[in-house]
């Protein structure tokens, strides 16, 4: 059985402007393309504006979550003129990543009979160990519609349970996300991102990283 932890983030484009939000889902994209790489599962849920997300909540499943994670803690650059504004000068955006704490209400436990599940071919590296059967499992809450993956087990019916562990972990995790915007004490993390100092730059509007500096 594959050791297994949870991380939950809060992604956010914090006070910024609309490019700000460009930069969360930008970000979002190329955090699930690099969990894709180093086999750990990426969930997310967004709150979604006209040019992009205000802000998302992510969860990060797997035995190597923190590994993972450590690397998009703080402040992430994107160098990118603007294509919503040409003639502005500026080509510096900045978002932020931080750890989401534990709400304060545990969210009521989620019945199986709530949730729809699909399942599909594992994807991903893998080598001969990789999955040749639809083993992955999609668990989908129909009443919130917050869904999260697990695909590491080889057995569908455990996959199943991961499945159906992480979308409460996810539920949780939006449920702090919540308590922090509506409460001034956890305001804070939507505009603590420092504007400078980036742990990761990305470049353009193909997101390709570039070094930090």
């Not at 006070?15 to 790489?37: F, I, T």
């Not at 590994?67 to 160098?79: M, P, S």
């Not at 990789?130 to 083993?135: A, G, L, P, R």
């Not at 499945?163 to 993390?189: C, G, I, T």
Request: aromatic fraction near 6%; include cysteine.
């Amino acid at each position: 059985m594959t050791a297994s932890r949870h991380i939950s983030l809060l992604v956010t484009s914090g006070s910024g402007p609309a490019e700000c939000q460009q930069a969360v889902a930008g970000v979002l994209e190329a955090m699930r393309n690099e969990a894709e790489l180093i086999a750990v599962d990426f969930d997310s849920n967004g709150v979604r504006a006209k040019h992009g997300y205000k802000s998302a909540v992510v969860l990060i499943s797997g035995a190597d979550a923190e590994a993972f994670v450590k690397n998009w803690r703080g402040t992430i650059q994107w160098r990118a003129q603007s294509n919503l504004r040409p003639t502005h000068k500026r080509a510096n955006w900045f978002i932020g990543v931080f750890d989401l704490p534990a709400p304060l209400q545990t969210p009521e436990r989620i019945q199986a009979s709530d949730v729809t599940f699909d399942t599909f071919r594992a994807g991903g590296p893998g080598g001969q160990h990789q999955n040749t059967t639809d083993s992955a499992v999609r668990a989908t809450h129909r009443l919130t519609g917050l869904s999260a993956v697990a695909r590491e087990e080889r057995s569908q019916h455990r996959n199943k349970s991961l499945a159906l562990e992480r979308l409460q972990h996810l539920m949780a995790a939006q449920a702090a996300a919540d308590e922090a915007a509506q409460k001034a004490s956890r305001n804070a993390l939507h505009y603590a991102l420092e504007r400078g100092n980036p742990v990761r730059c990305f470049k353009g509007r193909d997101f390709r990283e570039v070094k930090v500096g």
